[in-house]
């Protein structure tokens, strides 16, 4: 098992830059797949970005590709993204996760079995 928690996260405005941090503890070696989700007010949780714990394969949707970053520090067993020119559509509570299942990089959060607890993401006019 493994143990996510989240940092980072606030109220920027649009065009501004936050990078969320995702720090895992437990069974950290048996990590395979990370990823960010988000879910906003009323809608589905969806996914933003997913990365292999190993490897350079990088997974992004389609609404956050070009501006945001997902990257790891495997020593450290931490997860980022690195979010730039916010849009106000991002707002959301975006959520990390984790995989220790050997499959193929999921983008549905059913692929995922370990969540962090939430951060909260507000970008205003």
């Known amino acids: 098992q493994v143990q996510l928690v989240q940092s980072g996260g606030g109220l920027v405005q649009a065009g501004d830059s936050l990078r969320l941090s995702c720090t895992a503890t437990?069974?950290?070696?048996?990590?395979?797949?990370m990823a960010w989700f988000r879910q906003a007010p009323g809608q589905e949780r969806e996914f933003v970005a997913a990365l292999p714990w190993s490897g350079s394969l990088r997974k992004y949707a389609g609404t956050v590709k070009g501006r945001f970053t997902i990257s790891r520090d495997n020593p450290k067993a931490t997860l980022y993204l690195q979010m730039n020119d916010l849009k106000l559509e991002d707002t959301a509570v975006y959520y990390c996760?984790?995989?220790?299942?050997?499959?193929?990089?999921?983008?549905?959060?059913?692929?995922?079995?370990?969540w962090g607890q939430g951060t909260q993401v507000t970008v205003s006019s």
């Open positions: 996760a984790a995989d220790l299942e050997i499959r193929i990089l999921g983008e549905a959060a059913s692929d995922y079995d370990y």
């Open positions: 437990g069974d950290t070696h048996k990590l395979y797949n």
